[in-house]
């Protein structure tokens, strides 16, 4: 089984991984603005990435890549800033990668994204990663009282730390 993590800096994932990056340490040294990637069509079984697709200069050309190099029924997870963190826009991030924007590649506008290319992502699930200060602070509110973890992290902003966007690679039929 190939998988890589990709932006997964000096130490990367670990065993089972091959980490794609532009430092010294990592086992494909590559600018993942340069693409394509070296990496050939339909060779990797897994995707991880977490906190690199910000860095990036185009979201949009980091997703095709993805689907490109990814075999149908790869898993991806792409974990990033939500757009409302306190981190989102810090220096180094190049964009701002949101709920919706997968949605839209994924289930709304899939054709703009992947049309006239073989593979394409779609997206399985959303799972919040909770901001430390932020989501405690609404948990303890009485405002609050009633709401379940779901509900303060989809409805008020800055509670969420990150986004883990769950995806799957299938044929692209558009």
């Known amino acids: 089984m190939f998988r890589i993590e990709l932006g997964g800096g000096a130490k990367g994932r670990?065993?089972?991984?091959?980490?794609?990056?532009?430092?010294?340490e990592a086992e494909i040294q590559h600018d993942l603005n340069v693409l394509p990637w070296p990496l050939?069509?339909?060779?990797?079984?897994?995707?991880?990435?977490?906190?690199?697709?910000?860095?990036v200069k185009c979201p949009i050309s980091f997703l095709r890549e993805i689907a490109r190099i990814c075999k149908t029924g790869a898993e991806v997870e792409i974990r990033c800033p939500?757009?409302?963190?306190?981190?989102?826009?810090?220096?180094?991030?190049?964009?701002?990668?949101?709920?919706?924007?997968?949605?839209?590649?994924?289930?709304i506008f899939p054709a703009?994204?992947?049309?006239?290319?073989?593979?394409?992502?779609?997206?399985?699930?959303?799972?919040?990663?909770p901001d430390s200060f932020w989501f405690p602070q609404a948990r303890?509110?009485?405002?609050?009282r009633g709401?379940?973890?779901?509900?303060?992290?989809t409805w008020l902003p800055?509670?969420?730390h990150e986004n883990q966007f769950h995806l799957t690679v299938e044929p692209c039929t558009l």
């Open 112 to 129: 703009s994204y992947f049309g006239g290319r073989p593979r394409r992502l779609r997206l399985a699930r959303v799972v919040a990663g």
């Open 140 to 144: 303890n509110n009485p405002l609050f």
């Open 147 to 153: 709401w379940t973890d779901d509900d303060i992290l």
């Open 158 to 160: 800055r509670t969420r």
């Open 40 to 55: 050939a069509d339909a060779s990797v079984d897994a995707v991880y990435s977490s906190h690199c697709i910000e860095h």
């Open 14 to 24: 670990g065993p089972g991984w091959v980490n794609v990056d532009l430092c010294p």
């Open 82 to 107: 939500d757009p409302f963190a306190e981190m989102a826009m810090c220096a180094g991030h190049e964009s701002v990668v949101s709920i919706m924007m997968l949605r839209h590649a994924s289930e």
